[in-house]
């Protein structure tokens, strides 16, 4: 547990799972809570961030909003019709709870391909606001509570760069292990979501089998792997488009379908490609063995 009681500011209590403790920066929480209810005017507010399990999230959405299914977030204001999940000893300053799934931040963090520590402050932010009420239900709401998020991350993702010492930025800049480990979990993550990615590596197999087995010239074997790379990086980037399209709206609009349709058609493309090397590749000499053998 974390707790900070300040004359000078919010009240920001945050309340870890024992399972979690160890991936979670409570300092950090704490910071981005405080910086929506300084920025709202709330400088005497107080607030509980609580950060769990999938399991005790769905318990809490199904008891208090009828909803039987996990969520990344909760928020219980406290001048709302939900009963609040922590009873404060001050009423009259306290403004809710923020209830946090860390396994659901987790797997939305891996799959944007940044730090779960973004993912936590994203949310932290966004249940915070909630709290003093904000909300989604219109577009217009959408709009102003998506705009304002944005606004209070972008300070501080400023604060955060401000406090970085030179030793650091240079620390983290040639973190080369950590850049590789974020671009083997994107690749975890198109390979297990994604259907044609796993059809496209088990007919890339295919392919360097038969090209062993057929002995194919070093240039050959340089043209198999251009086009083998070329599929998948197309692959990759229609999963990032797709992402990035339903991270900005899960309404349908002309111009998504349109970025979707488009990111679609560069892998077909990109597949028909493949297709006519494995020809121009494999079909000389599998019909000058068809030929032998008859």
Do not use: C
């Given at each position: 547990?974390?707790l900070?009681r300040?004359?000078?500011?919010p009240t920001?209590e ?5 399972a979690f ?7 950090d929480?704490?910071a ?12 005497d ?7 769990t399990?999938?399991?005790q999230v ?5 008891r208090?909003?009828g909803v039987?299914?996990a969520t990344d977030v909760l ?6 019709p ?6 404060p000893q001050e009423a009259a300053k306290?403004?809710g709870d923020v209830?946090?799934?860390y ?7 891996e799959a944007?391909?940044h730090?779960?520590a973004?993912?936590?402050?994203l949310l932290?932010?966004?249940?915070t606001?909630?709290?003093l009420g904000?909300?989604h239900a219109?577009?217009e709401?959408e ?7 944005e606004?209070?991350?972008a300070?501080l993702k400023?604060?955060i760069k401000e406090?970085?010492?030179p030793?650091?930025?240079s620390?983290w ?6 850049s ?10 198109v ?5 044609n ?7 890339a197999?295919?392919a360097?089998t ?6 194919l010239?070093?240039v ?20 990032v488009a797709e ?14 379908k349109?970025a ?6 560069a892998?077909?493309?990109?597949a028909i490609?493949?297709?006519i090397v494995?020809l121009l ?14």
């Amino acid at each position: 547990m974390h707790l900070s009681r300040s004359p000078f500011g919010p009240t920001v209590e945050v309340q870890v799972a024992a399972a979690f403790a160890r991936q979670v920066d409570a300092t950090d929480l704490h910071a981005a809570a405080a910086a929506v209810l300084v920025s709202e005017g709330q400088v005497d507010g107080e607030i509980t961030l609580v950060v769990t399990d999938d399991a005790q999230v769905r318990e809490l959405n199904a008891r208090y909003r009828g909803v039987d299914s996990a969520t990344d977030v909760l928020a219980f204001p406290a001048r709302g019709p939900e009963k609040r999940l922590v009873e404060p000893q001050e009423a009259a300053k306290y403004l809710g709870d923020v209830i946090i799934a860390y396994p659901r931040a987790s797997a939305q963090a891996e799959a944007a391909a940044h730090p779960v520590a973004n993912e936590l402050r994203l949310l932290v932010v966004h249940g915070t606001l909630h709290l003093l009420g904000y909300g989604h239900a219109t577009p217009e709401e959408e709009a102003a509570m998506w705009a304002r998020q944005e606004e209070i991350l972008a300070g501080l993702k400023r604060s955060i760069k401000e406090q970085e010492t030179p030793q650091m930025k240079s620390k983290w800049r040639s973190d080369l292990p950590t850049s590789f480990g974020y671009a083997l979990a994107g690749l975890r993550h198109v390979l297990r979501t994604q259907r044609n990615a796993r059809i496209h590596l088990i007919i890339a197999l295919l392919a360097i089998t038969l090209a062993t087995v057929l002995r194919l010239s070093l240039v050959e074997w340089a043209i198999l792997a251009l086009t083998i790379g070329f599929v998948f990086v197309a692959e990759m980037f229609n999963s990032v488009a797709e992402a990035a399209v339903d991270a900005l709206t899960q309404r349908f609009h002309p111009l998504a379908k349109t970025a979707k349709d488009i990111a679609a058609g560069a892998v077909i493309f990109a597949a028909i490609i493949s297709v006519i090397v494995g020809l121009l590749l494999f079909g000389p000499r599998l019909w000058a063995l068809w030929q032998g053998v008859r």
